[in-house]
């Protein structure tokens, strides 16, 4: 009898990410900005990180391929923070499951993997989840971008490097999975300064607030749960087929969609839930066509 704590330790790193946009918002509402925000918690992440495997550092300067992977890892980081923290919560989650069909193209492209005629029918099914999703009831397909607000745009991009992300990660298998982790981390912390500091710069943000526990503790806090939640996963993934993984993940639109509807009085449109059943689908389909093949 296989055990079930693979399974649990990806729920937890569904649920701890399902519901992370919570505390951004405590964050932002006690002044800390979340590009702020993700640059402060991932340097503690790195710090932990470091003291507990001081080796991965030299593992990645070994390998200087992974400024891609820190690169795409961090601003899919940083726009998927930014825009569960001031837009809608399940219209952000269901933007960034776009990542099944981005990964499509880009394998295509970086992989040379030809897409199978499914592949292509997941395009169209997430694509037209989008266009459920976003198209406001009384507007034209021409009008489909005029509503498009920040965190739209930022769901839309964070999916993208998302898949972008899995596809570097393919790519750079045969790299120590230790040091491909770190780069990932030290990666969401230089995007978050770097946009932090450059967005201040120009006034579209404003600058790093003082010490305050009001968003302090929330930080730490926050911190350590998405060590955790990294420690979850390494442990699930590696014990179970990764299209097992992906399915199990899924659990993440669920856990923010209910967290949304609970916590923030959120209520979904029929729109919103014919669209994102059209995306996961999309993604399910992913998920299933992965676990065959490793069948």
């Known amino acids: ?3 079930p ?3 649990f330790a990806l729920l937890l790193n569904a649920l701890i990410w399902g519901l992370s946009w919570w505390p951004f918002r405590l964050m932002h509402d006690a002044g800390l900005h979340p590009l702020w925000a993700t640059a402060f918690m991932y340097a503690l992440v790195l710090v932990g990180l470091m003291a507990l495997r001081p080796g991965a550092v030299r593992q990645v300067w070994r390998y200087p391929v992974l400024i891609l992977l820190a690169v795409s890892s961090g601003l899919n980081n940083v726009a998927f923070n930014w825009a569960v923290t001031v837009g809608d919560v399940v219209r952000v989650i269901l933007l960034f499951y776009l990542m099944p069909a981005w990964a499509v193209l ?3 492209k970086l992989l040379g993997e030809k897409p199978t005629p499914m592949a292509l029918l997941r395009l169209l099914l997430a694509f037209a989840g989008v266009v459920l999703v976003l198209l406001p009831a009384d507007a034209s397909l021409a009008g489909l971008f005029s509503g498009l607000s920040l965190a739209d745009g930022l769901a839309v991009f964070g999916g993208f490097m998302f898949a972008l992300t899995n596809v570097l990660l393919r790519r750079f298998q045969h790299i120590p999975a230790q040091a491909r982790m770190l780069a990932m981390f030290a990666g969401c912390m230089s995007m978050g300064l770097l946009s932090a500091v450059a967005a201040s710069a120009v006034g579209a943000v404003s600058g790093f607030p003082a010490l305050h526990a009001d968003w ?3 930080a730490v806090g926050l911190s350590v749960l998405l060590m955790l939640g990294n420690w979850a996963l390494q442990f699930g993934a590696a014990r179970l087929p990764s299209g097992v993984t992906s399915v199990v993940m899924l659990s993440e639109v669920v ?3 209910v967290s949304s509807v609970l916590i923030a ?3 979904l449109s029929g729109r919103t ?3 994102g059943a059209l995306i996961m689908g999309a993604a399910l389909l992913a998920s299933l066509g ?3 093949k490793q069948r």
């Open 5 to 7: 704590l693979p399974i």
């Open 216 to 218: 302090l503790l929330v």
């Open 1 to 3: 009898m296989h055990s």
């Open 255 to 257: 856990f923010a969609s």
């Open 273 to 275: 839930l014919a669209g």
């Open 290 to 292: 992965n676990l065959r």
């Open 265 to 267: 009085h959120k209520t």
């Open 106 to 108: 880009l394998a295509w």
